[in-house]
């Protein structure tokens, strides 16, 4: 009994995140007397292909798995759902007959709204033994409903029911939030099935974008959750929630949200003159502070033996650029071929696009 549920995980793990397999799976065609491979799917229906992200929301694509794992009364069939950019369900049809005028639907469950192929397993329980089934996946949104090919398994009289459930998902307040970026959160619990989970998010509670999916593996422990995000916009709103999935099934947490920080204020800088020093008969360190409030800006020092600055006899050191910051950064520049025993004036100069700010004028004597 271990060992065959051992192999069941396995094979579990192989269908929800690889699609592969070959387990008692057929395609539109009777019962085999040993249902051990897939057959040749019949040439009238094609599984749905997996198109590319769209740029505007529009009808899901269901892309039917060609694989499922029966029991004597249960199976996991799997496929995958493309939501192209709106809410999507997804469910499973399924009946013994190939005809579709009389299936069973399995629960309904949300997949999300992102353009990312997203896994859409579940566990179909009451099943008859010794039976063959056809089943077919199909995802519906708001633009439309999708069905995927139809294919086909036959259930044991022998195989164990798989040990698990569906995974436990909740959702965390974001952290780390900037005006660019945060750290989404959240916390599943595998159910000892082996479990994957990602993250939606967006402008509006219909989310739009998801992460990629994560395994954290099949224990029955709480497990932490996190996705790091970036490029945000500042002084935004934004939708989150974390989703988890396994053998048994999608659950979705709750949707959160976070708003980014507001966009630094723009300024003129702040520029004041501090005292000269390391002065000599020739040469000269100017000091001072310069604050860029939040734009990039470039600082100088002038400085002349004219008290009043003026243009004609004015000197302007080489200038430099300061990141924009909102802190104040202590600037400085030496300067030479000073007259000796002779009296100079001289200032920081700061300027960003707000506009140009001058410092106090100062005086040094060189020796």
């Not at 799917?41 to 694509?61: I, K, S």
């Not at 950019?85 to 009946?95: H, L, M, V």
């Not at 479990?195 to 932490?224: C, D, H, M, R």
């Not at 989703?243 to 507001?262: D, E, M, P, R």
Request: charged share 10%; aromatic share 8%.
């Amino acid at each position: 009994m271990k060992n065959v549920t051992t192999a069941l995980g396995a094979v579990i793990a192989i269908l929800v995140v690889g699609g592969a397999g070959y387990y008692y799976v057929t395609r539109d065609r009777a019962p085999a007397p040993a249902p051990t491979t897939n057959t040749t799917p019949n040439t009238n229906q094609t599984p749905t292909p997996t198109p590319a992200p769209a740029r505007q929301p529009g009808a899901p694509t269901a892309t039917t798995g060609s694989t499922a794992f029966p029991s004597d009364t249960t199976a996991v069939v799997t496929g995958t759902v493309m939501p192209n950019g709106a809410i999507t369900n997804y469910w499973y049809e399924y009946s013994t007959s190939p005809s579709t005028g009389s299936r069973v639907s399995s629960p309904s469950q949300l997949v999300g709204s992102g353009y990312t192929s997203i896994p859409a397993p579940s566990y179909i329980k009451g099943l008859a033994r010794n039976t063959t089934y056809y089943f077919n996946l199909v995802a519906q949104n708001q633009f439309g409903k999708s069905v995927g090919a139809q294919y086909s398994f036959r259930t044991t009289d022998s195989n164990p029911v798989p040990v698990g459930g569906i995974p436990v998902v909740r959702t965390l307040a974001a952290n780390g939030v900037s005006r660019t970026t945060a750290n989404l959160n959240g916390e599943v619990t595998p159910n000892r099935v082996s479990t994957q989970y990602w993250f939606e998010y967006g402008k509006t509670p219909s989310l739009g974008n998801a992460s990629a999916l994560v395994a954290v593996g099949a224990g029955n422990i709480k497990l932490p959750a996190s996705l790091s995000l970036s490029d945000l916009e500042p002084a935004t709103t934004y939708y989150f929630r974390l989703n988890a999935q396994n053998q048994f099934g999608t659950v979705n947490g709750s949707i959160l949200n976070f708003k980014t920080a507001n966009p630094p204020v723009v300024t003129a800088p702040s520029a004041n003159t501090r005292s000269a020093v390391d002065i000599t008969s020739s040469t000269a360190t100017l000091r001072g502070n310069v604050n860029p409030n939040n734009a990039e800006t470039k600082y100088w020092f002038e400085y002349s033996t004219d008290s009043l600055l003026g243009s004609v006899l004015l000197n302007s050191t080489e200038q430099k650029m300061l990141a924009s910051t909102s802190g104040t950064a202590s600037v400085e520049a030496d300067i030479s071929n000073l007259l000796s025993k002779t009296t100079y004036y001289f200032r920081v100069v700061a300027q960003n696009g707000e506009g140009v700010v001058r410092g106090d004028r100062l005086t040094f004597r060189t020796r």
